[in-house]
């Protein structure tokens, strides 16, 4: 397998890494052994090598390739779980800033409402909904223009 170099690899993965090229680095010469000696038609001598060095063989490979999986998949895990807590936070952040906006708008209309006379004053509602009577009788009587 091609060396691991990689800064954000850990010293776990590169152990487990090496521990499956070791693995490999044994069975290719078995391997080759089994080829071997069964070109020469030395069947019973293939089948035993096959079972006394090469079965252990990969089974050590399956159990190194599983550890390498399992580390690789709570690892990916984690990394999961971390990604989705720190999306959570800038969510909250968000909507923080969001709400603190609404209300920094709120409470500036009504300062301006109230700095500029723009919100209508108890003394001049009288006033409008008496010009809105009569503006509505003069239109119920056809009077106005």
């Given at each position: ?26 069975y290719g010469p078995v391997a080759e052994d089994i080829y071997n000696a069964a070109l020469e038609e030395r ?41 989705a807590e720190r999306y959570t936070r800038k969510i909250v ?53």
């Open positions: 397998m091609k060396r691991l170099s990689a800064t954000d690899t850990s010293d776990k993965s590169r152990a487990l890494v090496a521990e499956i090229d070791r693995v490999a680095a044994q069947h019973a001598a293939a089948i035993t090598i096959m079972n006394d060095q090469g079965r252990p063989l990969l089974a050590a490979l399956v159990k190194a390739t599983n550890a390498y999986h399992a580390y690789t998949e709570t690892d990916a895990q984690q990394l999961m779980r971390e990604s952040l968000l909507i923080g800033i969001c709400v603190a906006a609404l209300a920094a708008a709120v409470v500036a209309a009504v300062l301006i409402y109230r700095r500029w006379g723009m919100a209508p004053r108890p003394e001049n509602i009288r006033g409008i909904h008496c010009r809105e009577r009569e503006f509505t009788k003069a239109c119920c009587a056809g009077e106005w223009r």
